[in-house]
């Protein structure tokens, strides 16, 4: 999920939400990435990877309409999830983080189901696997014919 906002240059930057939000991180309550002003937010842009998440959750059982339609609303509050899979006691959720290092993509995936649980009507389910691997990673996998099909439909579906 990302912003875009103008420099005092009129040249478009785009800042992590987390970041605009001032998500505490592992420097001492600060965010990892200050909203820096001019050039040096550029390089700091510049120095973000791309990470694939793939976030595994489960619990008590609870009704499927209710956990396709939580899905469903998290998916439209935040965009950028591309697939989430689901039954009734469990669900896998894979979509793109933009961060520095592994850590923060990691930090930030780890926020995401408690922090949208009241908002998306979420199960009080616990995080029980995460996955996070950088780009070039998860496209030699694709290419060695490991993880999703690349025709795997975007969007919220049964197991």
């Given amino acids: 999920m990302r912003s875009t906002s103008s420099t005092s240059g009129g040249h478009p930057v785009r800042r992590?939400?987390?970041?605009?939000?001032?998500?505490p991180q592992r420097n001492g309550g600060t965010s990892?990435?200050?909203?820096?002003?001019?050039?040096?937010?550029?390089?700091?842009?510049?120095?973000?990877?791309?990470w694939h998440i793939t976030?595994?959750?489960?619990?008590?059982?609870?009704?499927?309409?209710?956990?396709?339609?939580?899905?469903?609303?998290?998916?439209?509050?935040?965009?950028?999830?591309?697939?989430?899979?689901y039954a009734n006691d469990h669900a896998e959720i894979r979509y793109w983080e933009e961060a520095r290092d592994l850590h923060d993509a990691a930090a930030v995936a780890?926020?995401?189901?408690?922090?949208?649980?009241?908002?998306?009507?979420?199960p009080p389910w616990e995080i029980v696997g995460l996955e996070v691997v950088g780009r070039e990673t998860y496209h030699q996998r694709l290419a060695a014919g490991y993880g999703p099909a690349p025709a795997t439909p975007v969007g919220v579906h049964p197991f």
């Avoid at 992590?16 to 998500?23: M, P």
């Avoid at 995401?112 to 009507?121: D, I, N, P």
């Fill in 110 to 122: 780890l926020r995401l189901w408690g922090e949208h649980r009241s908002s998306a009507s979420l």
């Fill in 55 to 85: 976030l595994s959750v489960a619990g008590e059982e609870a009704p499927l309409k209710e956990v396709r339609r939580a899905l469903e609303q998290l998916a439209h509050d935040h965009p950028f999830l591309l697939t989430s899979r």
């Fill in 16 to 23: 992590l939400a987390s970041v605009e939000l001032g998500s």
């Fill in 32 to 50: 990892p990435w200050p909203v820096p002003r001019g050039e040096a937010h550029t390089a700091d842009r510049e120095a973000a990877r791309l």
